[in-house]
C-alpha cells in the first residue's frame, strides 16, 4: 500500500506561479509511474501531467504545456509539478497519484492522495 500526501497549494495571483509537492510513504515513489491530476470546481477530474518510473518520460495535457514542469527526486520519494504563468483557469483541487502505467486516465490509476487546493485570483 501506498499513502501520498500533497502540499504547496494555496492562493496566487494570476501569472504567479507555485510547486506542488507530493510525497509517498509505504512503498519507494520509483516503483510507479507519478500522474498530477485536478478537478475545477464544478468539473470533472481531468488529466494534468505524468513522470515515469525515473524521469526520462513525461506527458502534459495541452493546457498547462509549456507552463507546467512535472519532476520526481525518487531518493526522497517525491515528485514536483512546477506551475508558471498560473491562470485563473488552473484553479482546481490537485491530486498526485501512482500507478504502473504511463497512462492520462484517472481510473487506471491505483493510488492517489488527498488533494491540495490552489486558487489564481484574475
Known amino acids: 500500500q501506498v499513502q501520498l500526501v500533497e502540499s504547496g497549494g494555496g492562493l496566487v495571483q494570476a501569472g504567479g506561479s507555485l510547486r506542488l509537492s507530493c510525497v509517498a510513504s509505504g512503498r519507494p515513489l520509483s516503483s510507479y509511474v507519478m500522474g498530477w491530476f485536478r478537478q475545477p470546481p464544478g468539473k470533472q477530474r481531468e488529466f494534468v501531467s505524468f513522470i515515469n518510473w525515473n524521469g526520462g518520460g513525461t506527458s502534459y495535457a495541452d493546457s498547462v504545456k509549456g507552463r507546467f514542469t512535472i519532476s520526481r527526486d525518487n531518493a526522497k520519494n517525491t515528485v514536483y509539478l512546477q506551475m508558471n504563468s498560473l491562470n485563473p483557469e488552473d484553479t482546481a483541487v490537485y491530486y498526485c497519484?501512482?500507478?504502473?502505467?504511463?497512462?492520462?486516465?484517472?481510473?487506471?490509476?491505483?493510488?492517489w492522495g488527498q488533494g491540495t487546493r490552489v486558487t489564481v485570483s484574475s
Open positions: 497519484a501512482g500507478g504502473i502505467t504511463t497512462t492520462s486516465t484517472p481510473a487506471l490509476y491505483h493510488y
